[in-house]
């Protein structure tokens, strides 16, 4: 009022305001720093990221800007591109690609495109040695992944010195396409990078967001690391304080439904540049408050915040939080705030704590694998953790995929992943006993024989630094034809479509032509006549629509995959003895046999869904003479395996021990 004196001002208001000022002080110095080192390091990554090309030994690396990044051999490096068969031109083409996200053929490869005037045989070799033979296609040019006869990982090419693509034109070889490469390992480091950064850098490619206002002012915004000064001391301020309490707990509850929402809404009306602001005037002052020990301060600082966006994107939200509490009483003005404030100090959805976990799928959110298994097994956990553990799903191929998920888990990027062991090259050797042909009858029986292999102490070799929480034998490959087969002696040489090398080696022993045709082109391939087939499981049936370009069955145990569900052991061993205990009761063979189940509906399903169709189709049961005999051609492929792995005879002795066990009922 007019005329009225202010109030004195107490040694204690005197002490706020030099802490307020002091914290301002501190706030600015460090925030401009932060926006200059923020501002020079995407002046740097935008010119180096930006689309364009580069050459790197022989590679010419094409960056689009994307997540998607091409390389084909540079002009230099070609000695042949073209040549003439039977009067026309021929000619190959020869790419690598790394794709964050299913764009083109779901991961990186290894890519070939060969066109010929007429349908002739093609055969690669890699420094003079054969990888595979398959037909050509005149119009259009089918391409063919390589892939999988380079272990199924596109670092398999990087040994390779000449690479050459040969037609055989009435008896005569013709070399059609000849190219000497060099710094391959290099050339795929930089496209990973390129195509890696820019999904770090648009996040929202990831189909996920993220649903913190922290995280996102902090990394997506500004471009500082997960565990930043700001993050770090938040957390520590979150999980010491706000969890040491009930009322803190609640809080945080609270804010699981909350955040989402607002920031939901904040995204959709184009605002996220308030989350800039948010960083200078909240953030990093509330993140100094908490390293200084000053409790009170985060929750005084966060108040205003949080009033105002609760009242600018969840009114009614606002409104019902302001009238009662969870018990259904009154609650004060003041407490509500504390409650929003606190619960934005959770960041539940970006936790990096060792008591939260990130589980990359390295599959699409609605895939039967993820809908079915993998959210189901993760949900579990998080039932049984609250308070404990959390499993932070993470769908999709951006964050990881098959080709990297295993560099992912081992860089900390995600604590656990899925994946197919084939794509880690050289590291699982003894573990491919489950990969041969005529092995376990079904995925579970495979499955839970592989984990009681592994806990008997066979595998150590392989598994020292990792802790698996889930093996699995996928299910066997069968052969699936457009015509039958003359006879059941030989496959007559049938042109077969594989999508790995063991069951292509096993398809050449037993008369057959493996094609490296993408699995995504099989019905396309089949249904052209540039294949007869494919020899793979029936688990592929419903994606790809096999029952419409094929009739005739052969049901055997041909080559399968090996997958797992794992972290690295210095997680296990960094968790709690409570997220312990809990993670263990989701582990191991129980949860292998319930994984290679649910690979066995799969493959019921596929194979009920077809014969359903009501059309004209054969299913073949080899007889025991035939099985014998087909047994009997595929020896060799078996002792090889065992020769050439450390352990072999040894390792196969004990799997196909755990196997009769599991047939005798034990």
């Not at 210095?570 to 319930?594: C, F, M, N, V, W």
């Not at 002795?653 to 009769?660: E, R, S, V």
Request: aromatic residues 8%; charged residues 20%; glycine residues 8%.
């Amino acid at each position: 009022m007019p005329g009225t004196k202010p109030a004195p001002r107490t040694r204690g208001t005197l002490l706020r305001a030099t802490r307020r000022r002091f914290l301002g002080l501190c706030a600015a110095a460090m925030g401009l720093a932060r926006l200059q080192r923020a501002h020079a390091q995407a002046q740097q990554q935008g010119d180096f990221y930006a689309p364009g090309t580069r050459t790197v030994g022989s590679w010419l690396i094409n960056y689009f800007g994307n997540i998607a990044v091409n390389a084909t051999p540079t002009d230099q490096a070609l000695v042949t591109r073209s040549a003439q068969v039977g009067g026309q031109p021929a000619s190959a083409r020869l790419e690598l690609d790394y794709v964050a996200t299913p764009l083109r053929y779901g991961n990186s490869a290894v890519h070939l495109t060969v066109n010929t005037p007429s349908v002739l045989p093609v055969k690669v070799l890699a420094d003079g040695r054969q990888v595979t033979t398959f037909p050509s296609s005149p119009e259009p040019p089918l391409g063919h992944q390589l892939t999988g006869f380079f272990g199924n990982d596109v670092s398999g090419l990087v040994p390779v010195k000449n690479f050459k693509i040969v037609i055989t034109d009435r008896g005569t070889d013709v070399t059609v396409y000849e190219v000497n490469l060099a710094s391959t390992d290099l050339a795929l480091n930089l496209m990973s990078a390129l195509a890696d950064r820019y999904a770090t850098l648009h996040p929202q490619s990831q189909n996920q967001s993220n649903n913190c206002f922290l995280t996102t002012a902090c990394v997506e915004l500004l471009g500082l690391e997960d565990d930043c000064f700001e993050l770090a001391a938040l957390r520590r301020y979150r999980d010491r304080v706000m969890a040491a309490t009930p009322r803190g707990r609640r809080a945080l509850a609270a804010y699981e439904r909350l955040a989402p929402q607002i920031l939901c809404e904040m995204r959709r009306r184009g605002e996220e540049h308030l989350l800039l602001r948010l960083y200078f005037t909240h953030i990093l002052p509330s993140a100094l408050a908490a390293r200084l020990g000053l409790r009170r301060w985060p929750m005084r600082i966060y108040r205003a915040m949080m009033r105002r966006f609760i009242s600018r994107y969840r009114p009614a939200l606002h409104a019902r939080c302001a009238q009662k509490t969870e018990a259904g009483m009154p609650m004060r003005r003041g407490a509500v705030l504390v409650l929003a404030a606190a619960a934005l100090l959770a960041c539940s959805a970006a936790r990096a704590d060792e008591q939260s976990l990130m589980f990359a799928t390295t599959n699409i959110g609605t895939t039967n694998i993820n809908t079915l298994f993998m959210h189901p097994w993760a949900q579990a956990i998080n039932d049984e953790g609250k308070g404990v553990i959390a499993i932070d799903v993470r769908d999709g191929t951006v964050i990881a995929n098959n080709a990297n998920y295993y560099d992912r888990v081992m860089s900390g990027v995600v604590q656990i992943s899925w994946g197919l062991q084939s794509t880690v090259a050289g590291k699982f050797p003894r573990s491919d006993v489950a990969t041969l042909p005529f092995m376990a009858r079904s995925s579970e029986e495979g499955s839970v024989a592989l984990w009681r292999l592994y806990a008997s102490g066979a595998l150590d070799e392989e598994y020292g630094d990792l802790h698996p929480m889930i093996l699995a034998a996928l299910t066997p490959a069968g052969i699936h034809m457009a015509h039958p087969l003359k006879s059941l002696d030989n496959l007559g040489g049938a042109k077969l479509i594989v999508a790995s090398k063991v069951n292509g080696d096993a398809i050449g022993l037993l008369g057959g032509a493996p094609l490296s045709i993408p699995l995504n082109e099989m019905y396309e391939s089949i249904q052209r006549g540039i294949a007869d087939g494919a020899s793979v499981a029936w688990t592929s049936f419903n994606p790809f629509k096999l029952a419409e370009v094929t009739n005739y069955h052969v049901e055997v145990r041909l080559a399968t995959s090996v997958g797992m569900i794992f972290m690295t052991k210095k997680t296990y061993d960094a968790l709690s003895p409570a997220a312990r205990a809990i993670l263990d009761r989701h582990s191991g063979e129980a949860q292998s046999r319930l994984f290679g189940r649910y690979w066995d509906n799969e493959r019921r399903s596929g194979k009920e869904v077809t014969l359903a169709r009501g059309d004209k189709r054969t299913v073949v049961e080899l007889t025991p003479e035939q099985a014998t005999a087909w047994r009997q051609k595929l020896e060799p492929l078996t002792d090889d395996w065992a020769r050439a792995t450390p352990d072999g005879y040894k390792i196969l002795d004990a799997y196909k021990a755990q196997l009769a066990k599991l047939q005798n009922g034990s």
